[in-house]
């Protein structure tokens, strides 16, 4: 817990504070910001869990409501001193229109940024995403990167193309005068794949793997990298570089940052399987049973499913020819510029990350093993 040495005075609102993200920031800053005095966790969706957060030292107040609401958007801003906007609508199986995701991520962004201009709250975190960058449509390698790697940034899909816009509206707004006139410092933190306690998508391989008998099938070459980073310690960079947009606004402000740490470089699936072979399930080698083309056939039969019986029912299933390009386009990076600029370390070392990870798993109803 926070050391009590230090003057509570801060409010903070983290939005999307339930979310897999949210949740692990709204603890990291409890634990980790001994200047909190009230934190304020804005969602559309609020979690039961908050309710015994309440007993700390710190206010929690817990406000539902949605960003794309200016006027909801603006009460939960109002006297915060510090904005972490982590919500988002998180899409790439075509699960909500484009029209939606474009209000959430797009305007919801807009929303936030104005409540901070108009109410005087003067820094602004925003996640921005890995996908701001790549993988592009070209499917062109992005190889352990950094974020002056010169790489050509094309997006169609509606969920890159919504974080790729939110991200520029947000470094935009960096030095605009907010109410009292002082200036905005904002930034953005780009996570690639984040893994750890409460991911979904992970959860949704576990099961299947029980469902297929304790198997998964490989799709993609184990050649192929995939970025991935630790929740933990995505958390740990908001709370730090939130702390430091003050101090530090004329080196930080305006700035994006890729979320990195220790976590190897693998393909999807084998990053994967670090946490879900020590639970019991395999990945068996399927490159004779399953070859690309194949896949590729399959993830255009599910994209003309969905279409077909979108005035039915919502089918969304993992694979589509964007999952599928992502995951078999190797996006890793390679950076140290967190760590230059306010001092980032990640806080869980790749055994700490793995292990809780696979607690977490194990924890899971109906484990393998
Ligand atoms: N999960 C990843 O691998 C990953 C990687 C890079 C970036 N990100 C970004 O991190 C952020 C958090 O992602 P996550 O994985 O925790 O997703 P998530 O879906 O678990 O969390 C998003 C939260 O935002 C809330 N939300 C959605 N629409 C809202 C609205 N209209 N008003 C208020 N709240 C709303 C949801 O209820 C949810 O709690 C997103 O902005 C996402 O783009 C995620
Ligand atoms: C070919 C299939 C068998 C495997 C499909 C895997 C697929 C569902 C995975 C692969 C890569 C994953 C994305 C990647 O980790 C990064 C992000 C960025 C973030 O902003 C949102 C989540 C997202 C898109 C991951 C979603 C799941 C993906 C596509």
Redo the contacts with the bound molecule.
């Keep these: 817990m926070a050391e009590s040495t230090e003057v509570r005075k801060l409010v903070y609102l983290v ?9 692990h920031v709204v603890r990291m800053l409890l634990q980790r910001e001994p200047r909190l005095s009230e934190l304020r966790v ?4 609020l979690g039961p869990w908050l309710e015994e957060l309440k007993t700390g030292p710190v206010q929690v107040t817990a406000i539902q ?4 609401e200016a006027h909801e958007v603006a009460a939960a801003v109002a006297g915060a001193h510090v904005v972490i ?6 899409d790439v199986f075509g699960r909500a229109s484009p029209k939606t995701i474009h ?3 797009v305007q ?1 962004t807009k929303n936030v940024i104005e409540a901070c201009v108009q109410t005087g709250t003067r820094f602004l975190v925003y ?5 701001v960058v790549g993988p592009n449509i070209k499917g062109h390698p992005f190889y352990r990167g950094n974020e002056d790697t010169p790489y050509e940034a094309v997006h169609k899909h509606p ?1 890159p193309c919504s ?1 790729a816009q939110a991200e520029r509206l947000v470094l935009e707004a960096n030095g605009r005068e907010v109410r009292g006139g002082l200036p905005l410092v904002t930034c953005a933190l ?6 750890g306690e ?4 992970m959860r949704d391989f576990y099961h299947q793997g029980l469902r297929l008998g304790g198997r998964l099938f490989r799709a993609i070459p184990a050649s192929v990298e995939h970025g991935r980073v630790y929740v933990g310690n ?1 958390a740990w960079m908001h709370v730090l570089v939130a702390r430091e947009l003050e101090r530090r606004a004329a080196l930080v402000g305006g700035q994006v940052y890729f ?1 990195y740490d220790e976590s190897p470089y693998k393909s999807y699936e084998d990053f994967n399987m670090e946490f879900l072979g020590p639970c019991g399930l395999r990945l068996v080698e399927t490159r004779l049973l399953a070859p690309y083309w194949l896949l590729m056939l399959l993830a255009f039969l599910n994209a003309l499913l969905q279409w077909l019986l979108r005035p039915l029912l919502l089918y969304a299933p993992l694979l589509n020819p964007y999952t599928l390009a992502m995951a078999n386009t190797t996006f890793t990076v390679s950076t140290d510029k967190a760590q230059r600029h306010f001092g980032y370390e990640p806080l869980f070392s790749w055994e700490d990350s793995r292990t809780r990870t696979i607690r977490w798993v194990r924890a899971m109803e109906g484990s393998a093993q």
């Design positions: 939005t999307g504070g339930c979310g897999f993200l949210g949740e804005f969602d559309l969706h409501g949605d960003v794309t906007h982590a919500a988002g609508l998180v209000e959430v991520n919801g996640t921005s995403s890995m996908e969920y974080k780009r996570p690639t794949g984040i893994y409460g991911h979904q998508i995505v979320c």
